[in-house]
């Protein structure tokens, strides 16, 4: 039977949206790519999640919980597969998976989130087309040897701090390049004797045959810096996991939900680089689940400002 709402994306926002729906009654399918709030199982520090929190991992095993209930209780249906394209018309919406699957479905959440940009679309870095950087966020401190060469990190971006804080005890020397633009980010880490951090005007690398990497880098100030390393790790920030079809980005490519067609909703980190937390994600993707519940019932919002408002899915 067709489903009332599709959620692609199973992190928080998508989560907390599926949760939203299925308690209100509607029929809710989740789509995900990997597993259930896989990403926040790797934070390795958190604060700032209501309920006491402290690392990611628990706080996705009880999410993945949430979602497992559902299913048990028949209330939601999981279906594991990537998301290529959303479209949606007066009638409805259909999520078009990677396997040529076709969902239909009332109305669609997009909750995908963000993922690494390529090394080779970074201003500042000049890097081999499809070079794939392993994230340091999702790096453990055993992978990166001590006392051989440091590891070279590619970004200043906060999962640095995070990552830092996480292993308060691990041996690692990082060699930080980085461009102005995460100058003020470095803060955070500037005490920290492990880490050693480079401005950069430009960098360059190449991948040799004898398995390193070497690293031509031209600081801001002083002369250029010759590293070699077999550890890479990027730490470049983010950009939007955007899906084709009818999802509408904007000029930074997020995707704001007042620009949607009214049938496709959006929640969590996708909606713009400024609100990329746990809990605005959880919040969002709930407040989207509960205004379609709403709006398809012909429900208005009086809260809401006219320049914002949605016409309704059956409008
Ligand atoms: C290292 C690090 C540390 C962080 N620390 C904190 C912190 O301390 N506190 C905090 O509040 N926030 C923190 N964050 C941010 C937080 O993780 C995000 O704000 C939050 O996870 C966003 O939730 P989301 O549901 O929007 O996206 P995500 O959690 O990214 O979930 C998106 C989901 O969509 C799935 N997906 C993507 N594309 C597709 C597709 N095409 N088809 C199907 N499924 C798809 C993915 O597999 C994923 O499961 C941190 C992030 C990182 C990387």
């Known amino acids: 039977m067709r489903a009332e709402l599709a959620v692609?994306?199973?992190?928080?926002?998508?989560?907390?949206?599926?949760?939203?729906?299925?308690?209100?009654?509607?029929?809710?399918?989740?789509?995900?790519?990997g597993r259930?709030?896989?990403?926040?199982?790797?934070?390795?520090?958190?604060?700032?999640?209501?309920?006491?929190?402290?690392?990611?991992?628990?706080?996705?095993?009880?999410?993945?919980?949430?979602?497992?209930?559902?299913?048990?209780a028949g209330r939601c249906t999981l279906v594991s597969g990537r998301a290529l394209r959303v479209r949606a018309c007066e009638e409805g919406t259909e999520t078009e998976l990677a396997d040529g699957r076709v969902l239909a479905a009332d109305a669609v959440l997009v909750a995908t989130g963000v993922t690494a940009p390529d090394p080779g679309d970074v201003p500042w870095l000049d890097a081999p087309r499809g070079l794939r950087l392993p994230p340091l966020w999702r790096t453990v401190p055993e992978r990166i040897a001590s006392g051989a060469a440091p590891a070279v990190v590619l970004g200043a971006d906060r999962p640095l701090g995070t990552w830092l804080r996480a292993h308060p005890d691990a041996a690692v020397r990082l060699d930080v390049l980085h461009s102005a633009a995460d100058a003020h980010k470095t803060e955070e880490v500037a005490g920290d004797s492990r880490v050693r951090l480079t401005e950069v005007r430009s960098a360059t690398v190449t991948e040799e045959d004898d398995g390193l990497f070497h690293v031509t880098a031209v600081p801001a100030h002083g002369a250029a810096?010759?590293?070699?390393?077999?550890?890479?790790?990027?730490?470049?920030?983010?950009?939007?996991?955007?899906?084709?079809?009818?999802?509408?980005?904007?000029?930074d490519g997020y995707c704001d939900p007042a620009a949607q067609h009214p049938r496709i909703l959006v929640a969590g980190d996708l909606r713009s680089a400024r609100y990329q937390r746990i809990v605005t994600a959880q919040g969002s993707g709930a407040e989207a689940a509960l205004g379609h519940y709403y709006g398809a019932r012909g429900v208005g919002d009086t809260n809401q400002a006219p320049a914002r408002r949605r016409s309704r899915p059956d409008a």
């Open 8 to 33: 692609v994306g199973g992190g928080p926002a998508g989560v907390a949206a599926v949760l939203m729906a299925a308690g209100l009654g509607l029929r809710t399918t989740l789509v995900e790519a």
């Open 36 to 72: 259930v709030a896989g990403k926040v199982a790797e934070i390795g520090a958190l604060d700032n999640v209501p309920g006491g929190w402290s690392d990611g991992a628990a706080l996705a095993r009880a999410l993945a919980a949430d979602i497992g209930r559902l299913r048990a």
């Open 225 to 251: 810096r010759a590293l070699r390393t077999a550890t890479l790790l990027g730490n470049l920030g983010s950009r939007p996991a955007l899906l084709g079809g009818d999802l509408v980005p904007g000029p």
